[in-house]
Each structure stands twice: as structure tokens, then as C-alpha cells.
């Protein structure tokens, strides 16, 4: 019996965010031109999300903010959103100062304990 057999892990292939890499610092002509790659990588993968990479970004300013603002609007419109690869700390920083938070890849979530998970408590202190 001979059966064929498809090129890939097609389970991992349909489960493994698309990459967009970017390739250095960014001017204001790229970024329609970016937004679209990133809705086409959600409609192409059907994950859901995309992971820009942003190691090569530059020194983070209000440009980097701009960019991926948008690049997060347009995966949203697209029922998806952006994971962010290496973002340097002061990236980071400038982030959060401005308000905006991104999920990182390695970061992990931040979310309430599972039920029937109890506190520690102190030797003699009453269970609550």
C-alpha cells in the first residue's frame, strides 16, 4: 500500500505564526506598503497572528511607535494582531510610557491562577 505523503508538518504549518521581518528603520512611504503585508500574512496563514520582528528597528522614537500602532490597527481590522520578536528595552519603555502594550514572543502572559490554586498562608493563620 503506497500512500502519498505532503511536504511538511501541515499540523505545525497551520499552528506557526508568519514572520515579518523589518529591516531596519522604516520611512513613512513603507508603512501603507507594510500594513498590507501584515493583513496579507494573516489572511495567507490563517493563524491569527503575525511576529514582527523589530531587532533591526533602530534607536525607538515616536516613528517606531507610529508603526507599529499601525501595523497592530491593521491586523486587528483584519481579526488578527502582531506579536513582537527582540524588541530592545528602551523599545520597550517607550512603549509603555506612550500606552501601548504588545505581547512579546518568549514573554509569558500575565493571567489570574488557575482555580483551586490557594495561597500561602502563615503557620497559624486562618484559612481564608
Not at 85 to 112: C, H, W
Request: negative net charge; charged residues 25%.
Amino acid at each position: 500500500m503506497n500512500s502519498a505523503h505532503s511536504p511538511g508538518l501541515q499540523i505545525v504549518d497551520a499552528m506557526t505564526p508568519a514572520v515579518l521581518v523589518l529591516p531596519g528603520p522604516v520611512t513613512r512611504d513603507e508603512v501603507a506598503g507594510l500594513c498590507d503585508d501584515v493583513r496579507a500574512l494573516l489572511e495567507s496563514t490563517g493563524t491569527g497572528v503575525v511576529v514582527v520582528d523589530v531587532a533591526a528597528i533602530g534607536p525607538p522614537g515616536l516613528g517606531a511607535v507610529d508603526l507599529l500602532a499601525r501595523l497592530q490597527l491593521a491586523a486587528r481590522r483584519a481579526r488578527g494582531r502582531i506579536r513582537l520578536r527582540d524588541p530592545a528595552p528602551s523599545l520597550r519603555a517607550l512603549l509603555d510610557l506612550v500606552g501601548l502594550r504588545f505581547e512579546v514572543e518568549g514573554q509569558t502572559e500575565q493571567r489570574e491562577p488557575p482555580l483551586g490554586v490557594e495561597e500561602e498562608v502563615e503557620p497559624g493563620e486562618p484559612a481564608l
